[in-house]
T-cell receptor
Framework: KAGVTQTPRYLIKTRGQQVTLSCSPISGHRSVSWYQQTPGQGLQFLFEYFSETQRNKGNFPGRFSGRQFSNSRSEMNVSTLELGDSALYLC??????????????FGSGTRLTVV | GNSVTQMEGPVTLSEEAFLTINCTYT??????LFWYVQYPGEGLQLLLKATKADDKGSNKGFEATYRKETTSFHLEKGSVQVSDSAVYFC????????????FGTGTRLQVFP
């Protein structure tokens, strides 16, 4: 059974550029969540998609956006990159529904470096 | 609001020592509780979980008991190995609420032979 796949693993971008990260969840999982991990702020929730709809959103500026496709694959986009956006971006998939006791399976992450 | 507090690290132990990593939480409603582990250069792996009071989650020799009266979910292992060296995150989510995971700051464990 394939796990959660995130691409690319590493990315270097310049300030002001935009970037798109991809996440393929476990087959059958309908919920995809995104988290940002930095040494200073730890793990912070970005947003969650369920059946192509954004269900929850964290406290991040509008430069951070996402979407989910009909096959549950998800992308997140960051526009006008800032140095502070350098982080490990983690995607987590879950069966979803209205309860969260299923647990979440994380991908290996995309390491974004903004220079 | 919902939050998780973990003990500061790093925790440094010799192989075969007993491990405790403290975790307490604040939550509205009835949260599910999780421990995740992150090895260097990798994502998070679910270590164990508990979904209601007095439940004990266990995996790979690690255990944690959901204590509603003390709002705690401390991680324990009787005999650690060098391969257990990693960062451990306590987390909660509140079903039928936002469903997002709220993490503690993480505790780095270093085990020496």
């Amino acid at each position: 059974k394939a796990g959660v796949t995130q691409t690319p693993r590493y990315l270097i971008k310049t300030r002001g550029q935009q970037v798109t990260l991809s996440c393929s969840p476990i087959s059958g999982h309908r919920s995809v969540s995104w988290y940002q991990q930095t040494p200073g702020q730890g793990l912070q929730f970005l947003f969650e998609y369920f059946s192509e709809t954004q269900r929850n959103k964290g406290n991040f500026p509008g430069r951070f956006s996402g979407r989910q496709f009909s096959n549950s694959r998800s992308e997140m986009n960051v526009s006008t990159l800032e140095l502070g956006d350098s982080a490990l971006y983690l995607c987590a998939s879950s069966l979803g529904g209205t309860g969260s006791d299923y647990g979440y399976t994380f991908g290996s992450g995309t390491r974004l470096t903004v220079v | 609001g919902n939050s998780v507090t973990q003990m500061e690290g790093p925790v440094t132990l010799s192989e075969e020592a007993f491990l405790t990593i403290n975790c307490t939480y604040t939550a509205t409603g009835y949260p599910s509780l999780f421990w995740y582990v992150q090895y260097p250069g990798e994502g998070l792996q679910l270590l164990l979980k508990a979904t209601k009071a007095d439940d004990k989650g266990s995996n790979k020799g690690f255990e944690a008991t959901y204590r509603k009266e003390t709002t705690s979910f401390h991680l324990e292992k009787g005999s650690v190995q060098v391969s257990d060296s990693a960062v451990y995150f306590c987390a909660l989510s509140v079903p039928y609420n936002t469903d997002k995971l709220i993490f503690g700051t993480g505790t780095r464990l270093q085990v020496f032979p």
